[in-house]
């Protein structure tokens, strides 16, 4: 059996700034339990604004606008976890991260749920105000796309303003070892049984949510 691979989602415009200290971190901690971390830097990829169309709630493929988000929706669905990990920008998520949401989610993932029963994870940082916003906007975002949702005991939220402030918060980082550590129990877990039993632990069978009846009849032309 191949080792486990987590797909963190790095979503600061800042590559080597406290978001990318706290994944290094994370990084170590998935080393000494033989699990591999692949590191998806957003301000990295050509992504696409969404369109001017207005289609999205009446198609039933995926988006037909070209950049890098169907390759990174493939990554995120050949791993065994998902963490999304971003920082907090004007009270909210930070902008790269909410646009991967919106492209990701809204483009490809709403069709078929790649995502499901993934394990994951999700790592806030930022200076003082709005993590538990942007935590539970992010939770919120894996549970959507059906995945296993871990915790920690409290949010792993990580506080810092300056570059390397965040390796001195001892307790956000306790938070995100912890998650980390049991994101890797969960998916040893699930390997274990689909290895057992031949099959998943949870119902994978789910319809297209863009081409079920209730949806057809719906948008279907008036004649």
């Known amino acids: 059996m191949s080792s486990p691979k987590i797909v963190a989602i790095h979503g600061s415009e800042r590559n080597h700034g406290n978001t990318a200290d706290v994944l290094e971190y994370v990084g ?3 080393a000494a339990r033989g699990v591999e971390l692949e590191i998806v830097r957003l301000g990295d990829l050509r992504m696409s604004p969404c369109g001017p169309c207005g289609d999205c709630n009446s198609r039933t493929v995926p988006c037909a606008l070209e950049d890098d988000i169907p390759g990174v929706v493939e990554r995120m669905a050949r791993a065994d976890g998902i963490l999304y990990t971003a920082p907090v920008h004007g009270f909210g998520t930070g902008a790269l991260m909410q646009a991967f949401i919106e492209r990701s989610g809204v483009g490809f993932m709403r069709f078929e749920r790649p995502l499901t029963n ?14 538990t916003e942007v935590y539970h906007h992010l939770t919120a ?43 890797v129990d ?38």
């Not at 993934?118 to 993590?131: D, F, N, Q």
């Open 28 to 30: 170590k901690v998935l």
């Open 141 to 183: 975002n894996v549970l959507l796309n059906r995945m296993i949702m871990i915790g920690s005991g409290f949010p792993a939220i990580v506080y810092g303003n300056q570059p390397g402030d965040v390796l001195h918060d001892d307790e956000g980082l306790q938070m995100v070892e912890r998650m980390v550590n049991r994101m």
């Open 118 to 131: 993934k394990v994951g994870g999700v790592i806030v940082i930022g200076r003082r105000y709005s993590h």
């Open 186 to 223: 969960l998916i040893h877990v699930l390997r274990e049984h689909r290895e057992l039993t031949g099959r998943d632990g949870l119902d994978t069978e789910l319809a297209n949510e863009r081409d079920d009846k209730w949806f057809a009849a719906r948008h279907s032309p008036i004649g």
